[in-house]
């Protein structure tokens, strides 16, 4: 609920958030649509699909170097797609929007 709310607060300034779910099949045809509709997200929101764990860090670790393992995630790119903050685990809403607002004032 707190990165709907965010993300409806930065829409105007082109903050883009995309939801990104890595679940099993099973889960991506019924509990996630649910999550999705529940919290009233309609911003794009994608279901990645991994064989195992390792597959899924070998992927997450091309966005994200170093990545241990940890989720949720939370990354915050800039314009130019450089990566400016990486929270694992529940973010911290303060630290968050600091570093969206400090990020949205470097734009043109």
Do not use: C, M
Request: no cysteine; glycine share 6%.
């Amino acid at each position: 609920p707190r990165l709907v709310q965010i993300e409806s607060e930065y829409r105007d300034r082109n903050l883009k958030v995309v939801l990104i779910s890595l679940d099993r099949p099973s889960f991506a045809e019924s509990l996630v649509p649910e999550f999705l509709r529940q919290y009233g997200i309609t911003f794009p929101s994608y279901i990645l699909d991994f064989w195992n764990r390792r597959e899924r860090n070998r992927a997450i670790g091309r966005v994200v170097s170093g990545f241990n393992g940890g989720l949720p995630l939370t990354v915050l790119l800039d314009e130019h797609g450089k990566r400016v903050f990486t929270h694992t685990g529940v973010f911290e809403e303060a630290a968050l929007r600091k570093q969206i607002e400090e990020t949205l004032s470097k734009t043109r």
